[in-house]
């Protein structure tokens, strides 16, 4: 059972988590008409009445994006405002999670974006480890990322985790604990909620935004944090045939965090990931606001 924050920020207000209840009717519960953000938020180690949110700016501004291809206008101030209002008033203990949704909440019949009504709401949950900090086994997926000319893939539109739902699940029902989906073209694309790094002779190699990723805000601190320590960065095409020989393969993203990959199929990876390592240490010292070169990238929320 997850641990639902108590309060819910729902129809422009906020009210307790379990009123805030939508009609079976609802235009984007039948037609994947959503969008959504997806934050981590902790109490600062070092001050506890403080909640640090990790690039507060980047995923407001990518749910406003977002919220374009549903024909809403919702600008990122607007969103920033209601989630720091939103931990004020649940004052949370533990690591938590905050999903801020947009979606077509008109219970007309047919689908469209235009002339409809729209809502935005704000719920959140402890969470701890989404996946395990000791590394993923992965299947590569039967299905395939959707392609940009069918699917605005620069929102996380809530329709398109239908695939990553089918690949994770397929994956779990093999024996593995992660999917990695490749793209139209059979190039390395992201895992169902992730985004993909290898490492090849010291050099971090991931598949760049013409690959049909989603534009994940882990992906790009660790890209400006790599580049940072001196590492080699390359964005391009990945073959899948170079995951299976990478000296080290991680995933990112919110929930995720870095993750190391052990295994992809029947290619196990090697034990020792140096990069993967120091990687997680700079991310976790950052989003702990242990980092004094990368507090920009930290919103504090005074509880007191
Ligand atoms: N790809 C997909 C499909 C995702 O759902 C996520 C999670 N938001 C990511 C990548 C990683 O994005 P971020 O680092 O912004 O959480």
Redesign the pocket.
């Known amino acids: 059972m997850q641990n639902f924050l108590p309060i819910a920020y729902f129809q422009n207000q906020f009210v307790p988590f379990a009123e805030a209840k939508i009609s079976i009717a609802t235009h984007a519960l039948h037609y994947g008409t959503g969008a959504f ?3 981590r938020g902790i109490r600062d180690p070092q001050s506890a009445n403080n909640i640090l949110l990790f ?1 507060l700016d ?2 407001c501004q ?1 749910l406003s994006n977002s919220a374009k291809f549903l024909h809403y206008d919702l600008p990122a101030d607007k969103i920033q405002s209601v989630i720091v209002d939103f931990i004020k008033k649940n004052k949370p203990e533990k690591s938590f999670y905050i999903r801020p949704f947009v979606y077509t909440s008109d219970l007309g019949i047919a689908p469209r974006l235009h002339k409809i009504e729209k809502d935005f709401f704000v719920y959140g949950l402890e969470l701890g480890d989404y996946l395990s900090p000791e590394g993923v086994n992965c299947r590569i997926s039967s299905w395939h ?1 959707q392609e940009d000319r069918s699917f605005p893939l620069r929102g ?1 539109i809530s329709g ?2 239908i695939t ?1 739902s089918l690949a994770k699940t397929e994956a779990v029902e093999s024996g593995f604990d992660e999917a990695i989906l490749l793209n139209s073209q059979g190039k390395v694309c ?6 993909i790094f290898v490492v090849r002779d010291g050099k971090i190699i991931t598949p760049g935004f013409d690959q049909d ?9 660790i890209i400006t944090l790599a580049k940072a320590s001196g590492l080699e960065v390359v964005e391009r095409a990945v073959d899948k045939s170079e995951l299976l020989i990478a000296d080290e393969v991680f995933l ?5 965090k870095i993750t190391p990959v052990k295994r992809i199929e029947n290619y196990a990876l090697p034990v020792e990931k140096p990069i993967t390592e120091k990687l997680r240490d700079k991310l976790s010292a950052i989003t702990e606001n242990r980092d004094s070169n990368y507090k920009h990238w930290v919103y504090e929320v005074p509880l007191a």
């Open positions: 953000g997806g934050l690039r980047r995923h990518r990322r996380k398109a985790y990553s992201e895992a169902s909620g992730m985004n990723i989603l534009e994940g805000i882990t992906r790009d601190s990112s993203g919110t929930a995720a």
